[in-house]
């Protein structure tokens, strides 16, 4: 598996869509996103990595329905594809495999 | 709550149009949502960061079409390839617009290059933009004189005292003289002229051998052009030779040999003489000590930046402070630029010149303008005919225009393949018209008397305007076929085959109508222009200027034996008499004026010219006497003669040696005391009827005949009446007396025939140009005409088909296919006659006598219109109607 091709902001944005599913879409991501981290986050970054991510077949995207808020315009909503789950899934894993291995019963201290 | 619409033009500016709907959805929701939260002017903000967050590859990159989309250079591979096709398709109207087209580019090149030429006149000189001409200005009672020259001291005075002026080259053309090589002692007689250092270093004159800057700077140094090198020594590397110039001494050293003038160079000198030869001569110093004389023509070389009206300002204030002028005289001075010289001067005196030297060459501006129509004109000619062949023909190509509209090609793609057909016909026309012009430059100098050339070594500025001249006539021909052609609705191109456009024939008529206009107008023209020359070449002027040999008279001992030399001429068999003149009439020397009043009479003077005759004078130019006596002999020489208009000046109806005083005189320039100092009082003994002294552009102005020893001017010429046979021998028996008088002397001799039609050589030429420009537009018009009326006849095909199947003669059917272009040209006459009648008034209006503009005039150049019409359109008429109906009418 190539983790490499995973940038640490295309995994938050690919969770986001996890998240957030079935309604995944730029504006709900970015709100949420600056939301989480008190970041401001613009659509234009968090739809570029939307981008990247069908691209690399981690999600695909379909035209929903128009609101009146986006002057009549339809948005493109995100959802994860089966191998955009497996990577999540692997991300998780490596992630929780070295937290375990730190040493489980006792109190974390940092120097 | 809208977002700016600033920022939302901007996205749409540079993001992908296929991500505009979700993008700019995006960006309105989270303003929404910012707007409620932040409030709108926090929102606005954080909306411009976000539209220029969407400033990255990915939403820039445009989609690439599903649709193939042909780059610009497939296409234009297909319109050339077309383009060659239907040109070869249809090699008769191919032929018939590359043919007008070479034809109208020819003419527009040759009178370009003409044009050019006599534009750019005198700026060969590397500072030519910085070189002003002097040009004095003065006023007084009975004068008012503009005149290129001005005082030594003012040309002197101006060079040290004023900031403005960087240098000063002055020249004076002092009279003919000999130069002989005294090696060899090759002799002849040249103008000679006088300059000082600055000549040199002002001008940039190119050199054959030496240096010119510093050519002039020594006393007894002399410059020539190549051509005198050649016929003094036969060579042109004599640089450091020696000259002798007759009436001076100490031989002079040629310091540099200059290139032949270019023909676009007013200079015409072929010698200048270093004025530091005259610097210690005794009359030097007076000579040039008067402020207000006219001795030298001077060039200022103003400085970078200089102000052209303060310099000559101060000029006229240096001269004012300085120059002592007679009461109500008033005196300035003006300066013109280099480059104005030659097109610039036509009331501008030739001044600091001997009156036996020529006037520098000037050009005339009107012609200059009115050349520069013709020639646009031509080309437009050219351009109309294009486009009336091609709409004609354009029916026939509705298919081709229907088929690639169905497949999808737009508007510009049609115009632009119709552009593509017009510049490769202009193209090969404009390569065709520059093989043309070299072919027929060498006569056109010939006839022009200039030197042009159109090849590798022109002027980058023709080729730059021949290069735009392509690119209108291309655009220009080919902008109405296209815009028109590509107009069409596909369902109309495709149903009926045929365009049908009433505006487009009318418009195509117009044309033709406009180009037999100017064709007519051309025809009318050249009538006249002939007509005028024959007027002035055979009208009656007063005296018999047929088989009149004039011999100069150029050294002092020619002049002092003229009574001799009479008796000796008159002993010739073949001469029948000879007379003894100051100017001859047909003069293109100057002809002295005075200032005349009868005497007792405290009247203003009245201006007139004055010849010194002889006894023989009206006996050998056979003008009439009409009242009084002749010249008798020597006694005669307080007496004078006067013209019927001089009579008629001073009021003297009957002859009765009424006594009239001569206090000044001029050559030219300014009023002047006679050289004798004193005011010359002579009798009235006679009136003579006028005669034609000068070109028929001019009326024939007061002239006094004074006696041969008169003290206003001496005789310069003997003119004999020869017989026709054996003018050689006539010749030589002359030079015989001549050289036994005067062994040193140089025979010079013209006829006065042909000095008088070289008045009119000018027009001459201007006709000649005329008749081939008017030949160029009636042959191209006819080339339209032709293309039009095959077209047509094709076009009613079937029409001629069946009235021939009911009857119609073939005269009836030739009838019917030429009337329609007929009447076009009966209303190109209608247009042509007025204006041409206008336009050749004006032009007569310039000569004093001229023809009357008749009527048979238009009706020849009407009739040759229409025949010429008619013989283009009947052939192709004539062949339409002779086509077996059978033929045209079995298939549909």
Redesign the interface.
Known sequence: MRRSDLGEFEEVVLLAVAALSPGAYSVIIAEELEHETGNSVSTGAVHAALQRLEQKGYLTSHLGEATAERGGRRKRLFTVTALGGRILQDVRAVRNRLWDRILPNIRLEWS | MQPPKFADRLLRLFCAPHLH??????????Y??RANQLGEKRARR?YW??VL??V?P??IRRKPTEFPNPTNAIMIRNYLKITFRTLTRNKLYTTLNVAGLTFGVTCFLLIGLYLFDELTFDQQHSQSRRIYRAIQHKKGPTEDLTIAASSYKVSEESKKNIGEIENTARIVRTGRANLTNPENKNTFQETIAFANSGMMEVFDFETVDGSSKSALKEPNTIVIVEELAQRLFNTSQVTGKNISLESMDKPLKITAVLKNHPRNSSFDFNSIISEETLLHDADFAEWTSNWASQNFMTFFLLKEKANLDVAARKITQLLNANAKLDVGNTMSYSLQPLADIHLYSENIVDGARNSNVAEMGKGVLLYVKIFAVVALFVLLIACINYMNLTTARASNRSKEIGIRKANGAFQSHLVKQFLTESMVVTAVSFLLAIVVVNLLLPAFNEFTNKQLSLGFSTDYRIWLYALLALAFTGILSGSYPSLLLSKFSLLSLLKNLKLQNKGDLSLRKGLVVFQFTISVVMIITTIVLFQQIRFANSKNLGFNKELLLVVDINSAKIRSGAETIKAEFSKIPTVKNVSTTSRVPGEWKTISTIKIRPEGNADEHKISYLLGVDENFAKTFEVRLLKGRNFMNTSDSSSIILNETAAKLLNITNVSGQLVEIPERAMGGSYSPLSTGQTFHARVIGIVSDFHFQSIREKIGPMVLAYQNNPVYPIDYYTSRVEGKDIPGTLAKMNEVLTKIDPTHILEYHFLDEQLARFYAEDQRRETLLIWTALATIFIACLGLFGLATYAAEQRIKEIGVRKVLGASIFNLTALLSKDFLKLVLIANGIAFPLAWWAMNRWLSEFAYHIDIEWWFFAVAGSLAIVIALATVSYQAIKAALVNPVKSLRSE
């Open positions: 709907e979700e993008v700019l959805g995006d960006l309105h929701e989270r929404v949502v954080r960061l976000d967050a969407y990255r990915e939403f």
